[in-house]
């Protein structure tokens, strides 16, 4: 099995997994990290209130190696647009990968993921989102599923802020916010913006463990990265010349392919 070191000096060569070591990195757990200053990569999130961080499986970390960082992140679901708006305001990027033992990562099932919120939200979120529960599964995320506030926006648009503008606007709905809202003023929206903007569940979150992509998706609780034996940083060189070409390249693509972009 790859150790953290071995994948970490794979990932920053850009060498891919031949087909006979397709499980060489079953026994890791990596997340991807951001932020401006040192102290905002020593715990999984150092979002204010997240409870629960994504990670990738051994599997999803995987098929990164060969990619470069931006198709890297592209290919795990962050947003190419998200990415700019950080560029923008300084935003840096790493990977933490870390022997999976050590993570207790869940895969994230429905039934998996109300589980997780109740114990780390607590009854109260729980109470309030378990009217919409049956709603939201059945949502087609992937298709667009969030609403238009008056103010414009939408769950998606508001989530490619930045932390300090995001947690600011009015629409941004953390648990606090979210509680807030009278019990018979609550809607589906807002038990959707609550998972996409307090839980991290994009507009990808399928539910059914895996992402849109077919590739295993796994959440723990948040914690310090210090206390997690054996977890190795991998710096991300991510630029605007990068994300540029990055597009470009997507663009070709989908001509060669007969799509759209």
């Avoid at 599964?137 to 930045?162: H, P």
């Avoid at 723990?220 to 990265?225: E, L, P, V």
Wanted: charged share 25%; aromatic share 8%; with cysteine.
């Amino acid at each position: 099995m790859m150790t953290p070191d071995e994948y970490s000096r794979r990932f920053l060569e850009q060498q891919a997994l031949q087909p006979a070591e397709r499980n060489a990195t079953r026994g890791l757990c990596g997340r991807f990290l951001k932020g401006i200053k040192t102290e905002h990569f020593q715990v999984l999130s150092d979002e204010p209130g997240k409870l629960l961080s994504w990670v990738c499986s051994g599997e999803m970390l995987g098929g990164l190696l060969g990619l470069s960082p931006v198709a890297a992140m592209y290919s795990i679901g962050f947003r190419l647009d998200w990415v700019q708006c950080r560029l923008e305001d300084g935003t840096q990027f790493k990977l933490v990968v870390f022997p999976a033992a050590d993570a207790r990562g869940v895969v994230v099932t429905w039934e998996a993921l109300w589980t997780l919120i109740a114990q780390s939200y607590g009854k109260e979120i729980d109470e309030a989102v378990t009217p919409f529960k049956q709603q939201l599964e059945d949502l087609d995320t992937t298709s667009g599923y969030a609403s238009v506030l008056e103010s414009g926006d939408t769950i998606t648009q508001i989530s490619n802020l930045s932390v300090a503008e995001k947690h600011k606007h009015p629409g941004f709905l953390s648990a606090t916010k979210f509680l807030d809202i009278p019990k018979d003023e609550r809607t589906l929206y807002h038990a959707r913006g609550f998972l996409d903007h307090a839980v991290g569940c994009n507009h990808r979150f399928t539910g059914t463990g895996k992402s849109p992509d077919g590739d295993v998706e796994m959440m723990t609780f948040n914690k310090s990265i210090s206390d997690i034996p054996g977890a190795n940083m991998i710096p991300l060189q991510v630029t605007k010349s990068d994300l540029a070409s990055f597009r470009a390249s997507l663009k070709e693509k989908s001509k060669e392919s007969g799509g759209s972009t």
